[in-house]
C-alpha cells in the first residue's frame, strides 16, 4: 500500500522536469493525478500513460498559468473528474534570466503571473475541493531565500513571494485542516537548468554534495510533505538543494 492511496492530486506543470517526476511519486504512492500543461500536449501524454501504467487514474489539461481563467478552470476539471481533491502542488514556473538593467518588463511581469499570481488563483479555487487533511504544496526555489549570482533577481523575487503566500496560507487554512508548505529545489537537472549547462560549473562551485538533483530527489520530498509523515508541517518551507544555501 501506498502513503497516498485513495487521495487525489493535481500538479500545475507536471507535463516535463520536476512537476513530471512529483506527479509520477505521487501516482507510486497511490493517488490519482490530474496535471496541467501549457504546451507540449505529447509530454503530457506520457506522463499521463505512466501514471495509468500504475494502476492510477490521470489526466492532462492544458492551461497557460499566465491565464487566471485557465488555471481556476483546470482546477475545477480536475477535481470533478477525480471526485475531489487531497493534494495541490503549485508547480508551473517560468525561470527569467537577466540583470536588472536589461530586463524587459513584460519578462517581469509574466514571471510574476506564472510563479505567483497562479499559486493564489490555484489555491483559491482549489479550496471550493480539498478535504480536511489536504495539503498544498508550493515548488519555491533556494534562491527564494539566497541570491549567490547576478542576474536573478526577478526570479528571485517571485520565489521570495511564494514563500510568504505560503506561510499566509497556513494561518487561513490551518483551521480547516488545510496545509501550506513550500518545498525549494536548489540546481536541478532539468530542461530549464540542465546539468551540463553554461551555468552548470558555477552552480556546483556552491553545492555541497557537488551534484546538481534529480528531479526524482525534489518529488521525494513533495511525497513525504503530501503523506501521513507531514501531517504537521504547515508554513514551512523545506529546502532541498544538496547545501547549495548552507
Do not use: C, W
Not at 518545498?183 to 551540463?196: I, K, R
Amino acid at each position: 500500500m501506498g502513503t497516498l492511496d485513495g487521495k487525489a492530486a493535481l500538479v500545475t506543470g507536471g507535463s516535463r522536469g520536476i512537476g513530471a517526476a512529483i506527479a509520477h511519486r505521487l501516482a507510486a504512492e497511490g493517488a490519482d493525478v490530474a496535471i496541467t500543461y501549457e504546451r507540449s500536449a505529447e509530454r503530457a501524454k506520457t506522463v499521463v500513460d505512466a501514471i495509468t501504467g500504475l494502476g492510477r487514474t490521470a489526466l492532462a489539461l492544458r492551461a497557460d498559468a499566465a491565464d487566471a481563467a485557465a488555471v481556476a478552470a483546470a482546477v475545477d476539471r480536475a477535481a470533478a473528474a477525480l471526485g475531489g481533491l487531497d493534494v495541490l502542488v503549485n508547480n508551473a514556473g517560468v525561470f527569467p534570466v537577466g540583470p536588472v538593467a536589461d530586463l524587459p518588463l513584460v519578462e517581469f511581469d509574466r514571471a510574476f503571473a506564472v510563479n505567483v499570481r497562479a499559486v493564489f488563483v490555484a489555491t483559491q479555487a482549489a479550496l471550493r475541493h480539498l478535504r480536511p487533511g489536504g495539503r498544498v504544496v508550493h515548488i519555491g526555489s533556494n534562491l527564494g531565500e539566497r541570491v549567490p549570482r547576478p542576474a536573478l533577481s526577478a526570479y528571485a523575487a517571485t520565489k521570495a513571494a511564494v514563500a510568504g503566500l505560503s506561510r499566509g496560507f497556513a494561518r487561513d487554512l490551518g483551521p480547516r485542516g488545510i496545509a501550506s508548505v513550500v518545498v525549494a529545489p536548489g540546481p536541478t537537472d532539468t530542461d530549464m537548468n540542465p546539468a551540463d549547462g553554461p551555468r552548470a560549473a558555477d552552480v556546483l562551485a556552491l553545492s555541497a554534495v557537488g551534484r546538481h538533483a534529480d528531479p526524482a530527489d525534489v518529488a521525494a520530498t513533495v511525497a513525504h510533505v503530501a503523506g501521513p509523515a507531514g501531517a504537521f508541517l504547515t508554513g514551512s518551507v523545506v529546502t532541498v538543494d544538496g547545501g547549495v544555501n548552507a
